[in-house]
């Protein structure tokens, strides 16, 4: 039983802009979740993570938003950069579970 | 710190054979995890170790599998008469506090002919 779920398989958008990845996920007693980022052929490196006290946290050009009565979360990447292009994972903590990622393609 | 490292990078096997891979994490981390991954999914959670103890396993880790960290540093995942469906990327990860983000390794890609 999937715990975390990422709808979208791939995400295309113009550098510049903002990137919206989304993420839900169904046990409400997890205290925090991760995003990762992941290049073909290297392991995920951890990017930003948001504790569930919290609604919003920013890192940079990151920011994860979390909505715990829609038990919804969203990272925006603001602007979006060519390096940027990856595949992104949601995580809950410890066994929770990970998402199956969204690719996410920077247009030049 | 080299960060994790993981050994063999790719492995191709013949069905029914048994095949060993090596992990080395980040030499202060305490805690050590092995995940599975398949094309188009996120990594799955196999098995767990806080020093040499081995704290959790996956349902997804069958009878065939077996994961050891015998001195509390790097660990090895095993796996007996290896099937096609096993064929995969292998990830460890580590880290020193339960709930600090993971840091994980290249991988070790596993293909089962």
């Known amino acids: 039983d999937q715990q975390v779920k990422q709808n979208s398989p791939s995400l295309s958008v113009q550098e510049g802009r903002i990137s919206i990845l989304n993420c839900d996920y169904t046990n409400s007693m997890f205290d925090y979740f991760l995003w990762y980022k992941k290049y073909p052929a290297e392991g995920p490196t951890f990017l930003i993570s948001?504790?569930?006290i919290k609604d919003k946290n920013e890192d940079g050009r990151f920011t994860v938003f979390l909505n715990k009565s829609a038990k919804h979360l969203s990272l925006h990447i603001v602007p979006s950069q060519p390096g940027d292009s990856a595949v992104y994972f949601c995580?809950?903590?410890?066994?929770?579970?990970w998402g199956a990622g969204t690719k996410l393609i920077i247009k030049p | 710190d080299t960060g994790v490292s993981q050994n063999p990078r790719h492995k191709i096997t013949k069905r029914g054979q048994n095949v060993t891979f090596r992990c080395d994490p980040i030499s202060e981390h305490n805690r050590l995890y092995w995940y599975r991954q398949t094309l188009g999914q996120g990594p799955e959670f196999l098995t767990y170790f806080q020093n040499e103890a081995q704290l959790e396993k996956s349902r997804l880790l069958s009878d065939r599998f077996s994961a050891e960290r015998p001195k509390g540093s790097f660990s090895t995942l095993e796996i007996q008469r290896t099937e096609q469906g096993d064929s995969a990327m292998y990830l460890c990860a580590s880290n020193g506090k339960e709930d600090s983000p993971l840091h994980f390794g290249n991988g070790t890609r596993l293909t089962v002919t």
């Open positions: 995580a809950g903590p410890g066994e929770g579970g």
């Open positions: 948001i504790s569930s």
